[in-house]
């Protein structure tokens, strides 16, 4: 057990929806980073948030956005859903939002689109 | 962009057998490097990392050696066991600012080490 928390660990919906996705981070922990894994792309990074703060961006679409909140839990919001969007997406957290402070990983939220 | 690029697999082993898995990345300039482990309907795990040039990262009978010249950090364990069995990711994140600071990760090694 990574300490880090996702909820739900499935979700199931329909093409156009929008789904949250939440993640808690391991006590103590500032940053949290988001990645999608997928069959066709493979691990990808999608956003890092550090102590409420938006710090990185990667391969995230626009219709995906993400917030970290005063409690340092994190909400990953996917809209107009495409079937393309089926994944599954990882929350990560670390104490420093650096190479030298591992990441810790949640279990996922596997996301199907219908 | 960065990239990493490792063997895919699915690499099949006996138990007791040399384990190696490759892998190279293309970057401007030197990255920390890392290998994640992820088992069946887990999420991953740090393996073990290394942050500069000919740095050994070590954990569970596992190594790699960070290699500018030849741009690798190829990940071997002398004998494997069954347990060992898993998906095995080799990936890169910078020291400092500039660009996404997430991890940027291989395809992933399937491993599977029979009896």
């Known amino acids: 057990d990574s300490g880090v928390t996702q909820t739900p660990k499935h979700l199931i919906t329909a093409t156009g929806q929008r789904v949250t996705l939440r993640c808690s981070p391991r006590?103590?922990?500032?940053?949290v980073y988001w990645y999608q894994q997928s069959l066709d792309q493979g691990l990808q990074f999608l956003i890092q948030?550090?102590?409420?703060?938006?710090?990185a961006k990667g391969n995230i679409l626009e219709r995906f956005s993400a917030q970290q909140f005063p409690d340092l839990h994190s909400e990953l919001n996917l809209s107009s859903l495409e079937l393309g969007d089926s994944a599954l997406y990882f929350c990560?957290?670390?104490?420093?939002?650096?190479?030298?402070?591992?990441?810790?990983f949640g279990p996922g939220t596997r996301l199907t689109v219908t | 962009g960065d990239s990493v690029t490792q063997m895919e697999g699915p690499v099949t082993l006996s138990e007791e057998a040399f384990l190696t898995i490759n892998c190279t990345y293309t970057?401007?300039?030197?990255?920390?490097l890392f290998w994640y482990v992820q088992y069946p309907g887990e999420g991953l795990q740090l393996l073990l990392k290394?942050?500069?040039?000919?740095d050994k990262g070590s954990n569970k009978g596992f190594e790699a050696t960070y290699r500018k010249e030849t741009t690798s950090f190829h990940l071997e364990k002398g004998s494997v066991q069954v347990s060992d069995s898993a998906v095995y990711f080799c990936?890169?994140?910078?020291?400092?600012?500039?660009?996404?600071?997430?991890?940027?990760f291989g395809k992933g090694t399937h491993l599977i080490i029979q009896p």
């Open positions: 006590s103590g922990d500032l940053s």
């Open positions: 990560a957290s670390s104490v420093e939002a650096a190479p030298s402070y591992e990441q810790y």
């Open positions: 290394a942050t500069k040039a000919d």
């Open positions: 948030y550090y102590n409420g703060e938006e710090r």
């Open positions: 990936a890169l994140m910078w020291n400092s600012g500039g660009g996404a600071d997430g991890l940027t």
């Open positions: 970057a401007t300039g030197y990255p920390s």
